[in-house]
Structure formats: structure tokens, C-alpha cells
């Protein structure tokens, strides 16, 4: 079975310049998530899909920050414009459905972004 | 507002040895616990989980202990190899709900 892909590994962009991230969940899982780590902290959600529609987007810094989730597939996350504070790795999990009782979430190997 | 907490960033022991990481949560809605294990650029990989209505949960050489009352539980590795290096993330949810991770505690086995 195929796990959590992500693209790029790696990105390093200068401040106020746009990035986008692409995630490709695990066949069947209908939740997905989006996950911020920054360094020496454990992941912090920003948001969370189920199927196409948004579950939880409350840690979501709206004003830059934005996510989709088109045909409950495929997600993007994108910065947009970037601070230095974004500097993390973004990883994004998924999750066989979420209904009444906890699922495992599989991770992605991340994409460390640097802003510079 | 940090709702877990793994005080111990690190901790080293020997090969052979039993590794002992702790984790504490503040809230009490909070009704499942997992272990996450995370190697250098990889995403973390899921380890082992306890309900809240177990006090204990077994698989091979990974034990977790849950300690409602005290909002504690800790992670026993018996023995301890030196593949079992790596970062070690303790994550809590309420119901369905999204996880809080801590910050995890990078373990070290000495050969």
C-alpha cells in the first residue's frame, strides 16, 4: 500500500514571495490534515478535510494561509504572501474516515520550508 | 497553551536497558492517547495507542501505561535497540478530533 506523498521535500523562498505544497493522501482515506511543525515543537494542526468539505480550519491563519481539497482527493496548501515565522515542516497526514471514534493518521514525509 | 507536554527532550540509555518517556496532558476531555516515533526526514510513524478506559496497552516490546488521575502516561521500551533511536511524540485526542502532539523526546541507544 502506497503511503502519504508529498512534493517538494524542500523549498527555500525569501519573505513575502508565494509557495504551495501538494499532498497526496493514502486510496480510501477520507480525511485529510495539514499539519505545522516548527522546529522543537510537535506538529500543529491547520486544518483538517473530510472528504472535500472542511472539518477544522481554526488554527488556520487565514489572511495568508489557504487550503484546498478538490474531488476529496489531492490537497494544496499554500503561503501566500510568506513570513520568516512560516519556516517549518508541513506535513500533511490522512486518515481513514473520522465519525465516532479515532482513526490512525498516516504522515507524509513533510516538506521543510525555509523563508529566508 | 501546551495541552501536552513531554518535559524530557532527550534521553540516552543503553543497549539491553529499558527506555522510560513520560508525557503529561492538562485536559481531561481527552480519551485517547498514541505514540508517534519520528526518524530524520521522515513524518512521524505511528507506534502504539491506549483508550482511556485501559491502563495499560502491550504490543511486543512497547508498553503504555495510562495514569488518568494523574493525566500521565509513559512509554516503556523493553529492551532497547539501537534502531529504536529517533524522536518520540506523545499525542492526545478528545473523541474524533484532532490531535495535540507534544514536543517530543529524542531517544538515544547506546550500543
Known amino acids: 500500500e502506497a503511503g502519504v506523498a508529498q512534493s517538494p521535500r524542500y523549498k527555500i523562498i525569501e519573505k513575502r514571495q508565494s509557495v504551495a505544497f501538494w499532498c497526496n493522501p493514502i486510496s480510501g482515506h477520507a480525511t485529510l490534515y495539514w499539519y505545522q511543525q516548527i522546529l522543537g515543537q510537535g506538529p500543529k494542526l491547520l486544518i483538517q478535510?473530510?472528504?472535500?468539505?472542511?472539518?477544522?480550519d481554526s488554527q488556520l491563519p487565514k489572511d495568508r494561509f489557504s487550503a484546498e481539497r478538490l474531488k476529496g482527493v489531492d490537497s494544496t496548501l499554500k503561503i501566500q504572501p510568506a513570513k520568516l515565522e512560516d519556516s517549518a515542516v508541513y506535513l500533511c497526514?490522512?486518515?481513514?474516515?473520522?465519525?465516532?471514534?479515532?482513526?490512525?493518521?498516516?504522515f507524509g514525509p513533510g516538506t521543510r520550508l525555509t523563508v529566508l | 497553551d501546551q495541552q501536552v507536554k513531554q518535559n524530557s527532550p532527550s534521553l540516552s540509555v543503553q543497549e539491553g536497558r529499558i527506555s522510560i518517556l513520560n508525557c503529561d496532558y492538562t485536559n481531561s476531555m481527552f480519551d485517547y492517547f498514541l505514540w508517534y516515533k519520528k526518524y530524520p526526514a521522515e513524518g512521524p510513524t505511528f507506534l502504539i495507542s491506549i483508550s482511556s478506559i485501559k491502563d495499560k496497552n502491550e504490543d511486543g516490546r512497547f508498553t503504555v501505561f495510562l495514569n488518568k488521575s494523574a493525566k500521565h502516561l509513559s512509554l516503556h521500551i523493553v529492551p532497547s535497540q539501537p534502531g529504536d533511536s529517533a524522536v518520540y511524540f506523545c499525542a492526545a485526542s478528545a473523541g474524533a478530533n484532532n490531535l495535540f502532539f507534544g514536543t517530543g523526546t529524542r531517544l538515544t541507544v547506546i550500543p
Open positions: 497526514a490522512s486518515s481513514l474516515q473520522v465519525i465516532t471514534s479515532y482513526n490512525e493518521q498516516f
Open positions: 478535510f473530510q472528504n472535500n468539505g472542511v472539518v477544522d
